[in-house]
């Protein structure tokens, strides 16, 4: 199914109900994450989006300040409907799930202290951690594409997860140099790539 995603015309939301519509109804399924829900709408279902647009908006999310996924619907809102639109995507993401969320809050102030609680949420950690993992996969296969070629951005990948997950280093430094240092190398391909044509 991704591949066919892969290969349709790319589509644009009818309007600011529709894009409020779609980033609510994600932000509902998102238990645990909504990054791979996000995919799954943007790019499979709805064809906002090709998967190499949802890894630069992914990319530009992740170096922001911010949440990524907020990050993302603002751009993708203002992208289609300007700055309506960035509204509308952020106001879906947000506006529902913000009443669920205080309910589950008041609910677990009174619960916490509940064993059955406490082993839900601990099960819960590993469902979040499989659907990064998930997310992580299908996204890796928009390397095929990258200007870096897939082993430069392979090396990449696992000096972050070595850097940020082994060794603990703060995100920021890891973004600003291993950011930086695929950058360069990816301007520098491009633009022999450029100069050879």
Known sequence: MADAAAEAPLQRPDGLGALFLAFNRLALQGFGGVLPVAHRELVERLRW????????????????????????????????????????ACGGLLLVPLFIVLGLAIAYQQQ???????GALRG????????????GVKLARTLRGNPLG????????????????????????????????????????LRAAEGAR
Do not use: C, K, Y
Request: avoid cysteine; aromatic fraction near 8%; glycine fraction near 14%.
């Open 150 to 189: 897939l082993p430069a951005s392979a090396a990449i990948g696992v000096g972050t997860f070595a850097l940020v997950g082994g060794l603990r280093w703060p995100m920021v430094w890891v973004v600003l140099g291993l950011g930086s240092l695929g950058m360069a190398l990816a301007w520098r391909r």
């Open 49 to 88: 989006l090709s998967p190499q647009q949802f890894v630069e908006l992914l990319t530009l999310g992740q170096v922001l300040p911010g949440p990524n996924i907020i990050n993302m619907a603002i751009v993708i809102g203002d992208r289609f409907f300007g700055w309506r639109g960035a509204l509308a």
């Open 124 to 135: 819960m950690g590993a469902v979040a951690a499989g659907l990064i993992i998930a997310t």
């Open 112 to 118: 916490a202290a509940h064993p059955a609680v406490a």
